[in-house]
């Protein structure tokens, strides 16, 4: 089990900033994002592969956020920028250990934290 924590949620307008936080007991192979809005299925937004960094976007996405990480603190970042009222969702911390499929390969994520409103208003 991978222990995740998310934190920096909130309300902001629309074409505003927001950078969330995940901290992990142990960082997964690969550490990603996921959202959920209300009705609608989960939805895989960013994805980090810790061992080198690749990066990996839904396109919905692409281009406006950017996910990062800091090994030492073992804690996962997702900046967004440029939101959109579409962007509101449940935002989930997501850890794939052991690695089974690429980073990128949404469905392969076997741990989730709790989750972090995110808000935007038109």
């Known amino acids: 089990q991978v222990y995740l924590v998310e934190s920096g949620g909130g309300s902001v307008q629309a074409g505003g900033s927001l950078r969330l936080t995940c901290e992990a007991d142990?960082?997964?192979?690969?550490m990603g994002w996921f959202r959920q809005a209300p009705g609608a299925e989960e939805e895989g937004v960013a994805g980090i592969y810790t061992g080198g960094s690749n990066t990996y976007y839904a396109d919905s996405v692409r281009g406006r956020f950017t996910i990062s990480q800091d090994i030492a603190k073992r804690t996962v970042y997702l900046l967004m920028d440029s939101l959109r009222p579409e962007d509101t969702a449940t935002y989930y911390c997501?850890?794939?250990?052991?690695?089974?499929?690429?980073?990128?390969?949404?469905?392969?994520?076997?741990?989730r934290g709790q989750g972090t409103q995110v808000t935007v208003s038109s």
């Open positions: 142990r960082l997964g192979d690969c």
């Open positions: 997501a850890a794939q250990e052991p690695k089974v499929a690429p980073c990128g390969d949404w469905g392969r994520y076997q741990h």
